[in-house]
């Protein structure tokens, strides 16, 4: 399968498109951060839009106050949540495990 040509215009869209994305994702990690949204808050936007579905779960576990790298690894584990998760990813029993996790 061959790599399609595309027109700069068609490049510079889909530029401006990835770094909306970036943009969206960052915000939702850095509301979590804040504490203005909290981790079940941001499960719920992320099964609800397209866009969000794509954080992987170990960042948006570490954007959550006071957990780092360690604990979110333990997280993971005991959810048996692979490393290279995304939120689209995740069985319903692991988002009930995650949402429970931190109510």
């Known amino acids: 399968m061959a790599i399609p040509k595309l027109t700069p215009e068609q490049l510079q869209a889909a530029r401006a498109a990835a ?3 970036r ?3 960052a915000a939702l990690k850095d ?3 804040d504490g203005s ?3 079940s808050q941001a499960l719920d936007e992320c099964a609800k839009n397209d ?3 794509h954080i992987r779960v170990i960042d948006l576990l570490k954007a959550v106050p006071r957990i780092g790298d360690k604990r979110a690894a333990e997280i993971m584990t005991k959810y048996d949540i692979a490393d290279n998760r995304r939120v689209r990813g995740l069985g ?5 495990g995650l949402k429970a996790e931190f109510n």
Do not use: D, G
Not at 92 to 96: I, L
């Open 92 to 96: 319903r029993h692991q988002v009930t």
């Open 37 to 39: 949204k909290s981790l």
């Open 19 to 21: 770094t909306e994305s």
């Open 51 to 53: 866009v969000l579905a």
């Open 23 to 25: 943009r969206v994702r």
């Open 31 to 33: 509301s979590v951060r």
